[in-house]
C-alpha cells in the first residue's frame, strides 16, 4: 500500500516501548493508544523484530529505515520506521517510505529539542532569579548548561549518523551479493569451457589463439575469485558467518591441502617443507579451516622467489592448535602488516605477476576470530613473512 506523502505515524513510548503518548497518526494505525505495547501495533510475523528494533534504538540511541508491517484501519501495509532516544523516552516515527520517515524524524526531533530548550531556559530564569545577576556561579550555571544541551544536540545527531551508516552498509552488503551471486554462474561457465578448450583443442589451435585464450582464462579465473571473496565477505558483514563444526583430524587436513598446493608450487619452482604434531581431534569447520590454508599457502606461493621454500608448521600451544606458514619472498614493513587484513587492501603484486583481491586475509581473520582464535604476521623486509593462525581445540 502507497501512502500519500503528507501522512505519518510519531509515537513517544516508555523504555520498555509502552506507549506514552501519540504525537501524530495519520495512518490510521490500530491500537496507536496510550498504554499499549508498541509492538502491537505490527502483525505477528513483524513482532520479533519490531523488539528487535526497540533494543537498536536502546543500543544505539537511534535507529533508521526498518520496515515492519503494521496494522492500519483498511488493513496491512508496509511501513518505513525509524526511532531515537530524547532524554528517558523512545521516540518513533513511521511514515509509507524511507523518506518521509526520516524527515518526520528530523521535525519530531527538533520540535522535541525546542521544547527541552524552553524547560532549560525557564530553569536557568528561575535561578537567575534567585541569584544576583552578577553572581559568579549564576554565570557558570548558565554556562554550564549551555554546553550540556550543545553537547546533548551533537549526541543525538551522532546517533542518527551512526545509525544511518549502519543501514547503509547493510544495503550495500546487500547489493553487493546479489551483483556477486548474478555474475557467478556466467564467470564460471567461460572459466570451465576455456580451461576445456586448452585442455583438450590445444592442438588445433594457433599461438595466438592460444595466446588469446590463455588471457581470457587467467582474467576470468581472477574475475571468479574476486566474486567468491565478494560473496563470502557480504555474507560475513550480514552475520552469516556459519560454522558447521564437526571433529576433525587437523594434521591430515593440512597434510592434504599441502599435497594439493604442491603442484601450484612446483610450478614456480618452490618446495613446500610440511611439518605436523600429533594433536587431538579438533572441533572445528574443516571446510573454513580449509578455506584458511587456501589462502595463506596460495599467498606464500605468490610472493616465493623461484628456487625457495614454503615452511608449514602445525603444532599445539596450550589448549589450542597454530598453524604457521612461512615464505622467504619480499617479506612485508611493520607498517603495512596491520593493514593485511582489512578489505580491500592491495599489495604488491607475486614474484610472477599474480594479482590479489585484496579480500582473502580480511575473510581470513574473520573465520578464524568466528572460531574464537586469533591471526597475525611476523615480518622482516627482505627477509620472508609468517603468518599464524591459533585457534582453539574447541571452540569456547
Known amino acids: 500500500m502507497m501512502e500519500p506523502p503528507d501522512r505519518g505515524l510519531a509515537l513517544l513510548c516508555d523504555p520498555a516501548g509502552i506507549i506514552q503518548q501519540v504525537l501524530r497518526n495519520d495512518l490510521g494505525v490500530t491500537d496507536a493508544i496510550p498504554g499499549r505495547l508498541f509492538f502491537r501495533l505490527v502483525d505477528p510475523g513483524s513482532r520479533a523484530k519490531a523488539l528487535d528494533f526497540l533494543v537498536h534504538i536502546k543500543t544505539h540511541q537511534a535507529a533508521i529505515d526498518w520496515e515492519l508491517n503494521a ?3 483498511d488493513g496491512p501495509a508496509t511501513l518505513h520506521f525509524s526511532g531515537g532516544l ?37 530553569l536557568k530564569q528561575s535561578a537567575r532569579d534567585r541569584a544576583a545577576q552578577s553572581d559568579p556561579e549564576s554565570q557558570l550555571y548558565d554556562e554550564i548548561s549551555r554546553l550540556n544541551n550543545e553537547l546533548v544536540n ?27 551471486h548474478d555474475l557467478r554462474n556466467p564467470l564460471h561457465t567461460i572459466l570451465s569451457y576455456s580451461a576445456f578448450l586448452l585442455e583438450q583443442e590445444a592442438d588445433s589451435l594457433s599461438p595466438t589463439q592460444r595466446e ?29 558467518l556459519d560454522l558447521d563444526l564437526a571433529a576433525t583430524d587437523i594434521g591430515a587436513l593440512v597434510a592434504r591441502n599441502v599435497a594439493l598446493h604442491r603442484r601450484m608450487a612446483a610450478g ?25 590454508l587456501n589462502n595463506l599457502l596460495s599467498n606464500a606461493i605468490k610472493f616465493s622467489p ?91
Open 212 to 240: 588469446f585464450l590463455e588471457i581470457i582464462y587467467n582474467r576470468t579465473e581472477w574475475m571468479a575469485r574476486l566474486v567468491d571473496d565478494l560473496l563470502d565477505v557480504a555474507r560475513i558483514e550480514a552475520g552469516q
Open 306 to 396: 623461484p628456487g625457495s621454500r614454503v615452511e608449514v608448521r602445525l603444532s599445539a600451544a596450550g589448549e589450542d592448535f597454530r598453524i604457521s606458514v612461512r615464505d622467504y619472498g619480499p617479506g612485508i614493513a611493520p607498517e603495512d602488516i596491520p593493514k593485511l587484513f582489512r578489505p580491500f587492501q592491495r599489495g604488491k603484486p607475486g614474484t610472477a605477476g599474480e594479482k590479489s583481491t585484496g579480500l582473502g586475509l580480511a575473510i581470513v581473520k574473520r573465520i578464524v576470530e568466528g572460531h574464537g582464535g586469533r591471526l597475525w604476521a611476523e615480518s622482516t623486509p627482505g627477509q620472508g613473512a609468517t603468518f599464524y593462525v591459533q585457534i582453539p581445540l574447541e571452540v569456547r
Open 86 to 122: 530524547i532524554e528517558d523516552h523512545i521516540l518513533i516515527v513511521a511514515a509509507g517510505n524511507g523518506q518521509l520517515a526520516a524527515r518526520l524524524y528530523d521535525e519530531m526531533m527538533r520540535i522535541s529539542n525546542e521544547q527541552v530548550n524552553l524547560l532549560r531556559a525557564a
Open 154 to 180: 551533537m549526541q543525538r545527531e551522532l546517533a542518527k549518523r551512526t545509525a544511518e551508516l549502519e543501514w547503509l552498509n547493510q544495503e550495500k552488503n546487500y547489493f553487493i551479493g546479489v551483483a556477486a
Open 268 to 292: 614456480k619452482g618452490v618446495e613446500i617443507d610440511l611439518q605436523v604434531e600429533p594433536l587431538p581431534l579438533a572441533i572445528v569447520d574443516a571446510a573454513k579451516i580449509e578455506q584458511i
Open 71 to 73: 496494522l492500519l484501519e
